[in-house]
């Protein structure tokens, strides 16, 4: 029998494996906390909001109806677009903020 693997568990109570799977459940708790915290970007003087998840998925896209009587298409397609991208840079600050203290955990 191959030295270490007659123990109970199959890995001798190995320190590391214990602490990796301590990471492991930990990063899925984190994992589903970023599925339904949210985070909101504005532009256009909050003319237009979109809501995101801190796992990247878009919740929400709300255009202030007063905004579009004054606006070409050109104008509204630049701020959705800086909109989206800035609630997509607040979602992976987020995503950061939750799951990078445990990647410092890992023991390698």
Do not use: H, W, Y
Request: include cysteine.
């Amino acid at each position: 029998m191959a030295k270490g693997f007659n123990k109970v568990g199959g890995m001798g109570g190995n320190p590391m494996m214990a602490q990796l799977q301590k990471i492991q459940a930990q990063m899925a708790v984190a994992q589903e906390q970023l599925a339904i915290e949210t985070v909101t970007a504005t532009a256009g003087g909050g003319a237009i909001s979109v809501t995101m998840t801190g796992d990247q998925k878009c919740k929400s896209v709300q255009i202030d109806p007063e905004f579009l009587k004054d606006t070409d298409a050109d104008m509204l397609n630049d701020l959705v677009l800086t909109t989206v991208n800035m609630a997509l840079d607040k979602s992976r600050e987020l995503q950061e903020k939750r799951m990078g203290p445990l990647a410092g955990g890992l023991p390698f």
